[in-house]
């Protein structure tokens, strides 16, 4: 498969979506469509599996492969990135349109936040270029305890 292209401002997730497939001799089919739209339509990050439970109550016909490999070839065009957060599950987030965020990540029930610090962006570019490093990419997640479980925690 060829690297995902660089999408031009004004194109829409389907016309990217359709012109990967096309560029990789791959149609663009109803289940594909449906899947993109029901990915599109989370708020946040998803897993194959909460996806898959998502596209079955709309079409039962579509099996859980078909899932995993269309969020694979979302996440290859640049449409989804696949994040893994304290419980090693895989699950994907919208990545077109999507202003750059780092992410904070509740160890006691896993809830997590997206969080967006220019101030934190201006410290690592800062960093990377005292060491010489021309940035391509970064993520950077925070683990600790969100206050409703800090306060399970004390009850306890």
């Known amino acids: 498969m060829s690297a995902a292209q660089h999408p031009t401002p004004r194109q829409t997730p389907h016309e990217v979506f359709a012109g990967?497939?096309?560029?990789?001799?791959?149609?663009?089919?109803?289940?594909?469509?449906?899947i993109l739209d029901i990915f599109l339509g989370e708020p946040g990050h998803v897993s194959s599996?909460?996806?898959?439970?998502?596209?079955?109550?709309?079409?039962?016909?579509?099996?859980?492969?078909?899932?995993?490999?269309?969020?694979?070839?979302?996440?290859?065009?640049?449409?989804?990135?696949?994040?893994?957060?304290?419980?090693?599950?895989?699950?994907?987030?919208?990545?077109?349109?999507v202003e750059h965020h780092d992410h904070l990540i509740c160890e006691g029930c896993g809830r997590t936040i997206e969080i967006v610090d220019p101030v934190i962006e201006r410290r690592q570019e800062e960093l990377a270029g005292r060491y010489g490093f021309s940035l391509a990419r970064h993520k950077m997640d925070l683990y600790g305890l969100c206050p409703d479980c800090r306060t399970d925690v004390k009850k306890a």
């Open 20 to 34: 990967y497939l096309a560029a990789n001799s791959l149609k663009i089919t109803p289940q594909r469509r449906l």
């Open 49 to 97: 599996e909460e996806l898959y439970a998502k596209v079955k109550r709309r079409d039962p016909a579509i099996g859980q492969a078909t899932v995993y490999r269309t969020l694979k070839l979302l996440a290859e065009c640049g449409l989804a990135q696949a994040v893994s957060f304290a419980d090693s599950i895989t699950r994907y987030e919208p990545h077109f349109g």
